[in-house]
């Protein structure tokens, strides 16, 4: 599933070459994902300027004249800019033309989201699927100490696993599972470990880790787990740099002495060493 750096990338990718364009057509191949897609679309976007691209969490958001188009990839959806000519593919569901490019949407489980959010209904940020999400990572909010202080505040008389806490995302958002377990390896801080129970120490160190993972994913340009590429088609590196994730039964790369263990948690394997990570 693609998680915040696999969005980003995405986004930095189409950036771009679509960012003030016009939209000349929209096409509906199959609108039955997660959430249905407007039928009426294409009649409120032709003729609207991409004024901006951003991202909340792992949406991309794309400001019109008029309000916001939502974009979520799902679990396999992907975004790309192709000239309008290529012809369709199988899973293609979504294809939004700015004259001779045009920007596909491309699905094969159908579990993304396409979304539009009228300037009439207030700032996207209103937008119920945002209510309950928590900072961005790369956000002055979760920046220097505030990200530490976050994270105390935030997880206070929690009895789930710091896992679980940082996975629902309403503290800080973006730390899929990929990359928490990568987090928690870096802050040397076990998965299991009850959330409420981090001391002030630990999540500063955890912030910075959280930080820091992120900015090296998207750098590596995310991960490659079964269908992600990023805008031009290519895939991400990131899983080549993992030190937990995926190398269970290998060596510890920092202590050179455990092997990396793999765990349930929630129905998602979790990979830490046992010597690095203490609860």
């Known amino acids: 599933m693609p998680e915040l750096p696999e969005v980003e990338v995405t986004r930095i990718g189409i950036k771009p070459h679509i960012e003030g364009k016009t939209i000349t057509g929209v096409k509906i191949i199959d609108g039955r994902l997660r959430k249905p897609v407007p039928r009426n679309l294409p009649a409120i976007l032709k003729g609207q300027q991409v004024i901006a691209i951003d991202r909340r969490g792992k949406y991309i958001l794309l400001e019109m004249d008029a309000g916001h188009l939502i974009v979520h990839l799902g679990m396999t959806g992907t975004l790309r800019v192709l000239s309008s000519a290529e012809g369709l593919k199988l899973h293609d569901r979504v294809i939004f033309e700015f004259g001779s490019l045009s920007l596909r949407f491309h699905d094969p489980r159908k579990f993304g989201i396409v979304l539009w959010h009228p300037k009439s209904e207030g700032p996207v940020e209103f937008n119920s699927i945002f209510k309950k999400m928590g900072v961005e990572p790369f956000s002055t ?34 730390v899929g599972n990929i990359y928490c377990s990568e987090s928690l390896f870096e802050a040397g801080i076990h998965p299991a470990k009850v959330a409420g129970n981090l001391s002030r120490k630990q999540c500063a160190r955890l912030a910075n880790a959280i930080r820091l993972t992120l900015e090296k994913a998207i750098h590596a340009g995310g991960s490659s787990l079964k269908d992600f590429v990023n805008s031009d088609g290519s895939p991400g590196h990131f899983m080549m740099q993992t030190k937990t994730y995926g190398r269970e039964g290998k060596l510890c790369v920092m202590c050179k002495l455990s092997v990396i263990m793999k765990i349930v948690q929630g129905q998602r394997s979790t990979y830490f060493c046992a010597s690095c990570q203490k609860r």
């Open 141 to 174: 909010g979760f920046s220097g100490d505030s990200g530490s202080e976050l994270l105390f505040l935030c997880s206070r008389g929690r009895k789930v696993s710091v896992k679980q806490f940082l996975l629902a995302g309403q503290a800080v958002v973006g």
